[in-house]
């Protein structure tokens, strides 16, 4: 009989997954978890502890799960992923019995550890244990932000295991974008898969595709463009294409900057990768905006990259935000002439609703109403096909995060300290 479960989800799958590797190669012996994403396994079997990990956008549905396990079983529950990591004490309010706060790849084999020699129990023990938050005698304990500094020491997946996953081979980033939660939860210094370990654990992957906050900055600080780290990368993925594996680079779970969307680097796209389309962040097509939102990148950047990109035969895919705090109807008219250009040159836009995230700048700011030449813009040129996205579902989700925000505020930890709140 399993004593810990992991609730594995769609959404999660990549985590997890990571988080296999690290346990396996830290001497965990995963054989004895229940990986399934399935809850009525978990119910059936009743576990000692169960593992989850989730993002802010999902609480509601696993607050519902949480309530049925304690209904249920008598199982320890400990989350982590984004939500745990910004909102620590709402994860404990939510019925959760452990967060893990910041990187996880450590603090989970030693937690684990820790939990099978006390029988499950939360002792004092778990102080010792840093990126931990937990109710013990009464008393509220954090036990600070976990760090992993070289996170390539574990492997992106088990060895004995058939979870497959998209490999990280980058994480952090230096920008700092108001409304992302990656360089608060992940750090600014930009590191780095060593290309051996790359290509090792590409072997097990039909189509080899990455996760990076942007793909082009591969092997640099974060910030600029080391073309030749970019290309030993590619280049030494070749003979795996060879064996018949695709490679896709720069796309779904990646995206690319547009600044570094140049000749050169579309040139490497074409030659050693097989996707054909790349998906580049412009988030609003007025400058002021992007300069409010800590963009570091100019409208101009990005319709070079999409006329670079038509020029060599790749399909943008262009993401843009819209409701964006304090943007007037001025701005969203920029933002729709912008992407009709997009549009009638042969690209993608993909549009999404501002969403305020805890433990990122903007957690605190609240959406701007969409005009109504937005509003018809998006509703027709998604009937035609031409946009993409969830900007609709989105906005009623967002007015739920603010009220859950403004309700159960805590200021957020994060992987370099207090977060700046511009709002």
Known sequence: MHEIAIR????????FVHLLGALESQGFDIGELLITKDLHEILKTKPKLVLYSFFTEEIWNVQEEVKLLKEKTNALLVAGGYHATAMPRHTLRMGFDIAVVGEGEEVIFQLLSALKRNNFRITKELAEIKGLAFYLNGEFVFTGFAKVEDFTR??????????????????????????????????FRMRHRPID????????????????????????????LRLDKLEALLKALQPLRKEGRRLFYGTFPSEV???????ETLELLLKYADNRRLAI??????????????????????????????????????????GLPNETEESQRKSIEFMEWIMRKGGKVRAHYFMPLPGTPWARCRP??????????????????????????????????????????????????????VC
């Open 8 to 15: 594995m989800t769609r959404r999660n799958h990549n985590a």
């Open 154 to 187: 574990f492997p992106p997946f088990a060895e004995s295991s058939h979870f497959i996953a998209p490999i990280e081979i980058s994480r952090g980033c230096p920008f700092g974008c108001y409304y992302c939660q990656t360089p608060y939860a992940k750090g």
């Open 197 to 224: 370990q790359i290509v090792k654990y590409s072997r097990k992957m039909k189509d080899m595709r990455y996760i990076t906050p942007n793909a082009f900055a591969y092997g640099s600080p974060g910030a600029v």
């Open 257 to 263: 900057r547009p600044e570094f969307v140049k000749p």
């Open 281 to 322: 962040g412009a988030q609003s097509g007025d400058d002021g905006m992007l300069k409010a939102m800590h963009r570091l990148h100019t409208t101009e950047h990005v319709r070079q990259a999409v006329e670079y990109m038509l020029e060599y035969g790749i399909e943008p895919v262009v993401d843009f935000i819209v």
């Open 368 to 421: 701007s109403p969409l005009s109504e030449e937005m509003k018809k813009f998006l509703g027709r040129m998604a009937a035609k096909g031409y946009i993409e996205g969830s900007w609709g579902v989105q906005i009623e989700l967002s007015k739920r995060l603010q009220r859950l925000i403004e309700e159960f505020y805590e200021e957020s930890p994060s992987y370099f300290g207090r977060v700046k709140e």
